[in-house]
C-alpha cells in the first residue's frame, strides 16, 4: 500500500528556519516525483515544486522559488520541505503527494495527510 | 501561468440528486504527448486531497462510478450522478500538462 507520512504540525517563529518531512512507504521512492503543495486556512490549492528522488532534479513554481527549499533522501525513503527564515505568511497546512511515474506531466494520485505549520511571534 | 476557472464555487444539492461542476482553463491542456492531464480532487472537511479522476476521465481506483469525468482542450466537467451525503467538501481540478501546475479555486458541494 503506498503511504505518505509527513511530520507533525510545528509553531514557530518569524526568522525561524524550519524543514518539514514526507516518507514515502509502499513503492519505489525513487522513482516517483515527490511535490509540495500549500493550503492557507480557508483557501484553495497552490502547488510548490516537485522533486525525483533519484537523482534530486527540482523544479520550483515561481511563486515559491527562491523562498524555499525541496530536497530528498533517498536512503530514508523521505522528502523534505525547508525554509531558511519564516514569515507569518507561510503559515498555512501542507501537502506532499506524489506523481504517478518518471514524467513530470500527470497527476497526484497519493497525498500525505499534511503538516500544519503556524507562524506567529 | 494557466489559470484554471471553476464554476459554480458553491453548489448545494438535495441527496440523490446529480451535481456538475465545470472547470475551463485559459490554455488548451493537451500535452504534445496526445494526453490532457486534468485531473479532479476531492477534500472532505479536515482532510487532505484526494484524487478522483485523471486524464479528464480516468476514475482512481477505489472511486465510486458515480463520479465522472468529461471535456476536451480547455473546458471539462466532474458529474456526480446521484449525490450521497460523503460527498460533502471541496471539489479542485488541476492541470499538471505545463508548469507551473495550477489549481481551480474549488467547488464547494453542500447537501440541502
Known amino acids: 500500500e503506498v503511504q505518505l507520512v509527513q511530520s507533525g504540525a510545528e509553531v514557530n517563529k518569524p526568522g525561524e528556519s524550519l524543514k518539514i518531512s514526507c516518507q514515502g512507504s509502499?513503492?519505489?521512492?525513487?522513482?516517483?516525483?515527490i511535490g509540495w503543495v500549500r493550503q492557507v486556512p480557508g483557501k484553495g490549492l497552490e502547488w510548490m515544486g516537485i522533486?525525483?528522488?533519484?537523482?534530486?532534479?527540482?523544479r520550483y513554481s515561481p511563486s515559491f522559488q527562491g523562498q524555499v527549499t525541496i530536497s530528498a533522501d533517498k536512503s530514508l525513503s523521505t522528502a523534505y520541505l525547508h525554509w531558511s527564515s519564516l514569515k507569518a505568511s507561510d503559515t498555512a497546512m501542507y501537502y506532499c503527494?506524489?506523481?504517478?511515474?518518471?514524467?513530470?506531466?500527470?497527476?497526484?494520485?497519493?497525498w500525505g495527510q499534511g503538516t500544519l505549520v503556524t507562524v506567529s511571534s | 501561468d494557466i489559470v484554471m476557472t471553476q464554476t459554480p464555487l458553491f453548489s448545494p444539492v438535495t441527496l440523490g440528486q446529480p451535481a456538475s461542476i465545470s472547470c475551463r482553463s485559459s490554455?488548451?491542456?493537451?500535452?504534445?504527448?496526445?494526453?490532457?492531464?486534468l485531473s479532479w480532487l476531492q477534500q472532505r472537511p479536515g482532510q487532505p486531497p484526494r484524487l478522483l479522476i485523471y486524464?479528464?476521465?480516468n476514475r482512481f481506483s477505489g472511486v465510486p462510478d458515480r463520479f465522472s469525468g468529461s471535456g476536451a482542450g480547455t473546458d471539462f466537467t466532474l458529474k456526480i450522478s446521484r449525490v450521497e451525503a460523503e460527498d460533502v467538501g471541496v471539489y479542485y481540478c488541476?492541470?499538471?500538462?505545463?508548469?507551473?501546475?495550477?489549481f481551480g479555486q474549488g467547488t464547494k458541494l453542500e447537501i440541502k
Open positions: 522533486i525525483y528522488p533519484g537523482d534530486s532534479d527540482t
Open positions: 509502499g513503492y519505489n521512492f525513487n522513482t516517483y516525483w
Open positions: 490554455r488548451s491542456l493537451v500535452h504534445s504527448d496526445g494526453n490532457t492531464y
Open positions: 503527494a506524489r506523481l504517478p511515474g518518471v514524467v513530470t506531466y500527470a497527476y497526484f494520485d497519493y
Open positions: 488541476m492541470q499538471a500538462t505545463q508548469f507551473p501546475y495550477t
Open positions: 486524464k479528464i476521465s
